[in-house]
């Protein structure tokens, strides 16, 4: 969409045929459907059910903050592929579903036909095959945790995407309509699964007691992981093939919509270079969140030290989601309360 918004030939081929779902959070948060309006489409509560802000709880404490400037989206991974489906067709994007690409012998086909390109832009996930083609694989990983997503049929509860931690990692909740939510779990033991993390959340159980499931379990990888590079000749790479930040940030359709629109501005320049310059640039914030919230997950102590703290400081935890949500800067943030920060996660009688 961004690139046919300045004016290129887009031909989008994949393996798979629409609907397309994944394992995914599917909450929006205000940044990213701003983003997204830039590409021309507009989603509210019809498409799914609106969220006022974030809450996180666990082991008896509990603190929300509303975003400052709009209002997030629980929205249906299929319902969102069909709104992009449907906006990329307005604008002209070509579409060969159920026609895997490959490279043999340095000739790229496409549903077993060759496909003459002047551009390749690898938007392929984590397993990217078309990163390994264009030899961009080196990489510094930083995190590796599992995600398990499903959906139960009922009574919306919260304003809130909830955000439950327990000692076998976390599950958040995204309403998604009226009467059905999305409950992604992760957990960074490989052993775990969506059961085990919500039985140790006894808040999250009751609730979903009795509840019908609406869909099957579908489960992923979750990685926070920096590659060297994005681009090589005439290949780039976009989305989590590019680079991720853990799914806990709830960043990844955001980051990949920025990158679309930056990949779009530096190819109508001529070339790769305004992306390859630009790219960690959008990273650099989610990832850095990713690490700390990575770390609590890693460290018991430090989650149940700090929601106490944060629940009796809810200031604070506003101003941490203006920065996870790009309304306040990092370096401010950690400048005015870093100090702060540390004495609640470090010391025992901070509350």
């Known amino acids: ?26 909450g929006l948060m205000p940044d990213s459907r701003r983003q997204l309006a830039r590409l021309g489409v507009e989603l509210d509560a019809r498409h799914g059910a609106e969220f006022a802000g974030i809450l996180f709880a666990g082991d008896g404490a509990q603190v929300a903050a509303e975003f400052s400037r709009g209002r997030g989206l ?88 909830e955000i439950h931690w327990g000692d076998a990692g976390q599950a958040y909740v995204t309403p998604v309509g009226p009467e059905e939510i999305c409950v992604a779990a992760i957990t960074r033991q490989a052993g775990v699964r969506f059961g085990e993390v919500l039985r140790g959340l006894p808040f999250l159980a009751e609730k979903l007691a009795g509840a019908v499931t609406t869909t099957t379990e579908r489960g992923a990888v979750t990685l926070t992981r920096r590659l060297q590079r994005v681009t090589r000749g005439n290949v ?62 890693r460290f018991a102590w430090l ?6 703290g944060l629940a009796a400081r809810p200031e604070l935890f506003r101003k941490m989601l203006a920065v996870h949500v790009g309304e306040r800067s990092l370096p401010q943030f950690v400048l005015r309360h870093g100090v702060e920060m540390g004495a609640l996660l470090l010391t025992p009688d901070a509350v």
């Open 236 to 297: 780039a790479l976009i989305g989590d093939a590019s680079g991720s930040a853990d799914a806990i940030t709830g960043e990844g359709l955001a980051m990949s919509f920025r990158q679309a629109l930056l990949l779009a501005e530096s190819l109508a320049s001529g070339g790769l270079e305004l992306y390859e310059a630009r790219h960690g640039e959008i990273l650099a914030l989610p990832q850095r969140m990713a690490v700390m919230m990575v770390v609590l997950d």
């Open 74 to 161: 629980g929205v249906r991974r299929v319902v969102l592929h069909a709104a992009l489906l449907e906006r990329a067709r307005e604008l002209g994007v070509r579409m060969a579903w159920g026609a895997p690409v490959a490279l043999r012998n340095g000739l790229v086909t496409i549903g077993g036909e060759p496909c003459a390109h002047r551009w390749m832009v690898g938007a392929d996930g984590h397993a990217s095959r078309v990163r390994t083609w264009a030899g961009l694989d080196a990489d510094d990983l930083r995190s590796r945790r599992f995600g398990f997503r499903r959906h139960f049929r009922v009574q919306t509860w919260s304003e809130y995407v």
């Open 1 to 26: 969409m961004a690139l046919r918004q300045h004016g290129a030939d887009v031909l989008v081929a994949d393996g798979l045929k629409p609907p397309i779902d994944k394992a995914c959070g599917e």
């Open 303 to 308: 989650w149940k030290r700090a929601l106490p």
